[in-house]
């Protein structure tokens, strides 16, 4: 750190307020670090994963028996909220984690942040290809075609590419630190196009999707109180069974990776 | 005058419009509930979901062991 310039800054009465923040940051780095180790501890132990199977459970049933809004074209479709959209909160959720470890392989450089990084690309896109296709499926029955060129449609399969070129691009590098660390960047530059392209710029055009271009969202009127009771454990469930998923690759890539190091 | 009566019969006209109040009525899956029909769905979805649910807690379990030995 810059210590000397810090002693030249002036002094408000007896207070030097660079020791000061100092200290508060590193009050909220370490408080930060407790919650991240905390974090690490649960990734093996066995609770979150039933209270998971548990909300889904309780999504999947409620989902089918509750009552729901009669909306036309829509039907009984609308329930398809509880499945089709979970499954890009779950893909957000396990990316947003690739994100985190993709920056903290480059400050660390330490192997099993990328090997988390890779697995929680993995994850996600398997999620990623899930919610492509219920909602193809959903738009045939509801739009009248699989794909009807809907900006959001169209922006959800250019970012899909933008991951696969992920994983090509780890696989095209043989050496594996410069593999990673090639990787890592692009994730940090991928994940907010991603986000541009499927949350930002559907809604500044013409779309079918609820949400975009001028369309009310699944909101005030459309969403009452019965669905939200299930929208949003199904959001939760399935984010944390992406996480859950991500966390048994991630395990199984290390022990392949600690049994190649032995021998 | 009868400018202004024209004018009030023409704009009091929104009396006989309505657009927004009355629906068709949406046709809902209503005799897959009432026959009950509906519990097939739903435990068909249970069960492939259990054996989801199965089948990752097996492969955590897994994983634990060879942890362990570690």
Known sequence: ??????????????????????????????????????LQRQMTKLWWK???????????IAGFLLGVPAKAILNETIRNL?????????????F????????????????????AAVECVNTGLFFYA????????????????????????????????????YVVLRNSIDEEQKSAKIAAIYNIFAFPIMIVLIFVLPR?????????????????????GRMRAVFYPAMLGWSFLAVW????????????YKKNDIN | MKKVTVLLLLVMSFVSAFAQQTQAPVDMAEELYKSGKIYVVVLTIAIIFAGL???????????????KEK
């Open chain 1, 130 to 165: 899930l919610g492509l296709l219920t909602g193809m499926l959903w738009a045939r029955f509801t739009w009248g075609e699989f794909w009807s060129g809907d900006p959001k449609q169209n922006s959800a399969a250019i970012a899909f590419l933008l991951y696969c070129a």
């Open chain 1, 82 to 94: 509880y499945f089709h959209v979970p499954m890009w909160m779950a893909m957000l959720s396990v």
């Open chain 1, 1 to 38: 750190m810059t210590n000397d310039i810090m002693t030249k800054l002036p002094t408000f009465g007896r207070i030097n307020h660079m020791k000061l923040i100092n200290q508060i940051w590193s009050w909220i780095f370490a408080a930060g670090l407790t919650f991240y180790r905390f």
């Open chain 1, 245 to 256: 998923i991500a966390t048994i690759r991630y395990r199984i890539r290390l022990i392949e």
């Open chain 1, 96 to 115: 947003v984690m690739s994100v985190f470890y993709s920056i903290k392989y480059l400050y660390k450089g330490d192997q099993k942040d990328d090997m």
């Open chain 1, 204 to 224: 500044m055009t013409d779309s079918l999707h609820p949400g975009s271009g001028g369309n009310p969202a699944f909101g005030k009127y459309d969403l009452d």
């Open chain 1, 50 to 60: 039933v209270l998971v199977v548990i909300l889904i459970f309780y999504t999947l």
């Open chain 2, 53 to 67: 649910a199965i089948y990752l807690f097996s492969i955590d379990r897994r994983l634990k062991k060879i942890e």
